[in-house]
């Protein structure tokens, strides 16, 4: 098992990879990425991945030198070689190189990254146990400045701020509102509350980052006769559910159980809770082989 990076081309070592320092997005966030998760020898959800990415480098404007379809196969390739049965692949794409704001006076060539690496957000207590989180003093980005529906390496700014705020309050995971006071999503993860048989996720249109397992989950869900809905949320759905999990593709599906010091229904991860945990590790094992 070896972590790798594949960059323009060219595959080497993780700790050996180099980059240029006027890439795009190193001196102004000009880039965007996925992350994707691998299950024994199998990468999770990389179809629905790779249609995010290049929904946004179209919208973007980048001049993308591989079709969908041939960066599917590089993944492909760089995962087998790199061997690692459970891991996280990290794509990057940024718009090119050069100094200066304007694109038109840099290299227009995109700079393409594949990692294969490893990657583990929260302990197997924090999953047995369920988060405590806190709500942020640090708002979404607003739709009308960056869709977040763009997973823009620039806009990352805000959740690195609200996950510190979290950390000095010695909590799980911070809680963003958008300017409205409403319940976007956390710094990493999005919310579900459930009451009884009924599970609300905050609606897009709320400056959610739209998440693949996010809609993994509802879709399990839904199949287990659960009515889902997206709704407009504050802080009050949350202190007034019986339960409440995030899900994202680092975290999968982990439970929340206070915020801002409150118990969250019994306080511990609820049954509707862990059952959606058992149903999405069930559905990891149906990946594409490498």
Same mark, same amino acid.
């Given at each position: 098992?070896?972590?790798?990076?594949?960059?323009? +081309?060219?595959?080497?070592?993780?700790?050996?990879?180099?980059?240029?320092?006027?890439? #795009?997005?190193?001196?102004?966030?000009?880039?965007?990425? $996925?992350?994707?998760?691998?299950?024994? !020898?199998?990468?999770?959800? @990389?179809?629905?991945?790779?249609?995010?990415?290049? #929904?946004?480098?179209?919208?973007?404007?980048?001049?993308?030198?591989?079709?969908?379809?041939? @960066?599917?196969?590089?993944?492909?390739?760089?995962?087998?070689?790199?061997?690692?049965?459970?891991?996280?692949?990290?794509?990057?794409?940024?718009?090119?190189? +050069?100094?200066?704001?304007?694109?038109? #006076?840099?290299?227009?060539?995109?700079?393409?990254?594949?990692?294969?690496?490893?990657?583990?957000?929260?302990?197997?207590?924090?999953?047995?146990? *369920?988060?405590?989180?806190?709500?942020?003093?640090?708002?979404?980005?607003?739709?009308?400045?960056?869709?977040?529906?763009?997973?823009?390496? !620039?806009?990352?700014?805000? =959740?690195?701020?609200?996950?510190? $705020?979290?950390?000095?309050?010695? &909590? +799980?995971?911070?809680?963003?509102?958008?300017?409205?006071?409403?319940? &976007?999503?956390?710094?990493?993860? =999005? @919310?579900?509350?459930?009451?009884?048989?009924?599970?609300?996720?905050?609606?897009?249109?709320?400056?959610?980052?739209? *998440?693949?397992?996010?809609?993994?989950?509802?879709?399990? &869900?839904?199949?287990? !006769?659960?009515?889902?809905?997206?709704?407009?949320?504050?802080?009050?759905?949350?202190?007034?559910?019986?339960?409440?999990?995030?899900? !994202?593709?680092?975290?999968?599906?982990?439970?929340?159980?206070?915020?801002?010091?409150?118990?969250?229904?019994? *306080?511990?991860?609820?049954?509707?809770?862990?059952?959606?945990?058992?149903?999405?590790?069930?559905?990891?094992?149906?990946?594409?082989?490498?």
């Amino acid at each position: 098992m070896r972590k790798l990076v594949w960059l323009n +081309g060219e595959l080497c070592a993780l700790e050996e990879a180099k980059t240029s320092v006027a890439d #795009h997005a190193h001196l102004y966030g000009d880039g965007i990425f $996925e992350g994707i998760r691998i299950y024994d !020898g199998k990468v999770f959800k @990389l179809d629905e991945h790779l249609d995010r990415l290049y #929904h946004g480098i179209r919208m973007l404007g980048y001049q993308m030198p591989q079709t969908q379809e041939e @960066l599917r196969g590089i993944i492909r390739d760089v995962c087998a070689k790199a061997a690692i049965p459970s891991g996280y692949i990290r794509l990057n794409v940024t718009r090119g190189t +050069g100094l200066g704001l304007d694109p038109k #006076h840099i290299d227009p060539r995109c700079n393409v990254m594949v990692m294969v690496s490893t990657l583990a957000l929260y302990p197997p207590e924090a999953y047995a146990n *369920g988060l405590d989180v806190i709500t942020t003093s640090v708002r979404v980005i607003p739709a009308d400045s960056l869709d977040p529906r763009l997973k823009c390496i !620039g806009r990352y700014a805000s =959740n690195i701020l609200a996950k510190m $705020e979290a950390n000095a309050r010695g &909590a +799980g995971e911070g809680l963003m509102l958008n300017h409205q006071g409403h319940i &976007a999503e956390c710094t990493g993860d =999005n @919310l579900f509350v459930v009451q009884g048989r009924r599970i609300r996720t905050p609606h897009p249109a709320c400056g959610i980052l739209k *998440g693949i397992t996010r809609d993994t989950v509802m879709s399990l &869900a839904r199949a287990k !006769g659960f009515e889902v809905t997206e709704d407009i949320l504050t802080p009050f759905d949350v202190f007034s559910a019986d339960e409440a999990f995030l899900t !994202g593709t680092a975290a999968e599906v982990i439970p929340m159980v206070s915020l801002d010091g409150k118990q969250i229904g019994t *306080g511990r991860p609820g049954p509707v809770t862990q059952e959606l945990m058992a149903a999405y590790k069930a559905e990891t094992g149906k990946g594409t082989a490498f």
